[in-house]
């Protein structure tokens, strides 16, 4: 009897070494190195909701994944849609909703974004340095800060992926750079200790801007950085260049505070992805973001869930581009699908997985 028993415990206790085994090696990632805890580095997300709408269900699934950072962006040119006139409900609702959440908000406030002009229109003919657009800017800023004093704003930045519009035009960076020099003081006598910065795309870090880049961010709190590892054909490249490009970022900005505003990657087909590479992507960004956890403060991942069909039709017609792979990127950007309640893809599960592994 006792010989059964034992037999039976030992059977157990394998099985037991066993699972820890394979979840410590899953955790590692691909090169066997162990998770860095988390420290004081922040874990974001864009809660998208799924085809029922229920935002709520949407956040508590973010914050099972120990998300501490949604984000908000608001395009100046639909607040102001007269002169000196603003309005919208966003600052009111994030105020309202978010700090009962214990979250904290990743704003956004779009002058241009990525392929667009948001600058209210009678304002687009000036320089972005002319005295009339700072103020108005400054009065934009205002409204909104004002709408949301009992949220706490990990980081503000000023224009969404501003290389987009900037392009290699110097001229108009260096106008961009003294407008958000005027804007980024403003902003810090409203709100002490606020981090701000630019989003600019990992491409704008490393492209012929690098060098625009690189002028604006010696101004900023906080480097911004927008990251999507696909190639010019809206394909994607492979889930472990993350690790190269992170070294790129921190190479480039060295003792540098880094957030990603944004960080992600499809699963569809047409942009030669599946979920397993989503999954793959995931794990590796972990393990990369482990390498530089002293630099590299924040990441926020998109979307929490795919985007409806309506929402991508609207998405390619504001970018002016239809390219399938394009549109197939659009519509599996989320960890979870958008049917229904949605249903976890393999990219969640690892999210959930790797973000417990080091605390959150």
């Known amino acids: ?58 956040m508590a699934l973010a914050k099972s994944a120990g998300v501490q950072v949604v984000n908000l962006k608001l395009d100046w040119d639909e607040v102001e849609k007269k002169p000196g006139v603003f309005d919208s409900p966003w600052p009111k609702v994030a105020n309202l909703y978010y700090p009962p959440q214990k979250v904290q908000l990743s704003l956004r406030l779009s002058t241009l974004d990525t392929s667009q002009n948001r600058i209210p229109k009678d304002l687009r003919g000036k320089p972005f340095d002319d005295p009339a657009v700072i103020e108005r800017f400054n009065r934009f800023l205002d409204y909104v800060l004002d709408q949301m004093p009992d949220l706490t704003l990990a980081e503000l930045s000023i224009g969404n992926e501003v290389d987009g519009v900037l392009g290699t035009d110097e001229k108009k960076w260096e106008q961009y750079a003294r407008f958000f020099v005027a804007t980024r003081e ?118 929490l869930n795919d985007t409806s069909a309506s929402a991508v039709k609207g998405f390619t017609k504001y970018y002016g581009s239809s390219n399938p792979a394009f549109v197939d990127y659009l519509s599996t950007l989320g960890l979870r699908t958008f049917k229904g309640a949605g249903v976890d893809k393999l990219g969640f599960t690892a999210l959930k997985m790797q973000s417990k592994a080091r605390g959150w």
């Open 1 to 58: 009897m006792w010989d059964r028993r034992l037999i039976q415990i030992l059977v157990v206790l394998f099985f037991l070494v066993s699972v820890v085994g394979l979840f410590r090696a899953v955790v590692a990632g691909a090169e066997g190195e162990m998770p860095v805890p988390r420290g004081n580095r922040l874990l974001g997300m864009a809660v998208s909701e799924s085809e029922n709408k229920n935002f709520d269900a949407a």
């Open 186 to 303: 403003h902003a810090g006598q409203k709100r002490k200790d606020l981090k701000v910065g630019v989003s600019i795309m990992f491409s704008g870090h490393t492209s012929p801007a690098a060098r625009c880049a690189e002028a604006i961010n010696r101004q900023t709190d906080v480097v911004m950085v927008s990251y999507y590892p696909l190639d010019s054909a809206f394909k994607v490249r492979d889930p472990k260049v993350v690790h190269e490009d992170f070294e790129t970022i921190c190479q480039k900005y060295p003792k540098r505070p880094i957030s990603f505003l944004e960080a992600g990657y499809p699963s569809g087909e047409r942009c030669g992805s599946s979920e397993l590479k989503q999954q793959q992507f995931v794990e590796e960004l972990f393990a990369a973001w482990d390498r530089h956890a002293e630099q590299i403060e924040c990441i926020t991942f998109v979307w």
